[in-house]
């Protein structure tokens, strides 16, 4: 097993995170996402060009240079195509996702679950709260229409801060992990170490025109560090860390997976997105092992929002003075 040791735990408890490398092994666990998102790409380059939105499918390029490519030419970004999880509104009945059979095996991997139990326990739930993210160099990304950057560096945030008030005592543990090797230039994630100690800080709506953000004035951000990672090893965030991203400012993209786990029986922040037993002592039955069920359920989830009124989990009003 993959246990933490105590001076992990502490530093973990300390800080609030924890580099922990040579978790994900990658011939096994990453390179099949990566061969099974050339599919999706696949799919989305034969949507584009029969729209006439791009002018070539790009086909001979690797996926990096393939998806750069595609998102510069059609003038969008189209990362829920790649993602495995629901936008947070307008989801309609072809609102494209992918919940793949290889994603799914790294949502569940043992070694990346041993480390899930070290904090939260063996009574380990996977969070519906999870994405991946592609992002594209900044010099070719398309831009709004404000000249902004559509989808670049990620404003600073806490984990707890962008779900719903339900998940307000959940023991809600975030592991960020990248497809490739992430530094400074194409967008590691930054942190603030020892933030995690504080209470939830102010969010602030289309703050500065970066979306949903704490104003730096609120927490020290003369402490915040970046941590570069390797393909194959994770970052382990508490739900109150503050964090953000770095803009790639690279010539090569950073994608990464962002996924959440809790103890069973704990509430997800948002509910109206399935989730799963990983993994069980007390109940093994109740562990969900078949990738293809776990697709069934994303569906049907969108196919019956698509039909009702669909969920706000805007928790933040941007009223707090903070935000003037």
């Not at 793949?100 to 996977?126: C, H, K, M, Q």
């Amino acid at each position: 097993m993959r246990t933490l040791n105590q001076k992990q735990l502490d530093h973990f408890e300390e800080f609030g995170f924890l580099k922990i490398d040579n978790i994900l092994d990658p011939e096994s666990v990453i390179d099949p996402i990566i061969q099974e998102y050339n599919i999706v790409l696949d799919n989305l380059a034969e949507k584009l060009y029969s729209e006439n939105s791009i002018t070539s499918k790009y086909d001979d390029l690797e996926f990096g240079e393939r998806v750069t490519k595609i998102y510069s030419d059609s003038g969008e970004v189209h990362n829920q195509f790649f993602d495995f999880s629901l936008p947070q509104s307008g989801i309609k009945h072809n609102t494209p996702f992918w919940a793949g059979p290889a994603v799914f095996r790294a949502l569940t991997d043992s070694n990346l679950l041993d480390v899930v139990e070290s904090i939260i326990g063996a009574e380990i739930y996977s969070n519906p709260v999870q994405h991946v993210r592609i992002k594209i160099p900044e010099k070719y990304c398309p831009r709004d229409e404000n000249g902004m950057v559509k989808f670049g560096a990620t404003p600073w945030h806490q984990d707890n801060g962008v779900v719903t008030e339900e998940a307000d005592d959940t023991d809600m543990l975030t592991v960020w992990f990248p497809l490739m090797d992430t530094d400074e230039q194409n967008g590691c994630l930054t942190i603030v170490p020892g933030s995690h100690k504080g209470e939830l800080l102010t969010h602030c709506p289309n703050y500065r025109n970066r979306g949903l953000e704490i104003p730096e004035n609120l927490f020290d951000i003369g402490n915040s560090m970046p941590v570069p990672i390797k393909k194959g090893s994770v970052l382990l965030l508490t739900k109150k860390t503050v964090h953000s991203a770095l803009p790639n400012i690279s010539n090569r993209i950073r994608w990464s997976f962002d996924l959440r786990y809790n103890p069973t029986g704990q509430k997800t922040g948002r509910s109206v997105f399935p989730g799963f037993v990983a993994r069980s002592e007390l109940d093994p039955n109740s562990i969900l092992d078949d990738p293809f069920i776990w697709n069934k359920l994303w569906t049907e989830t969108r196919d019956n929002l698509a039909k009702s009124e669909q969920f706000s989990f805007q928790r933040w009003d941007g009223n707090d003075i903070a935000c003037a």
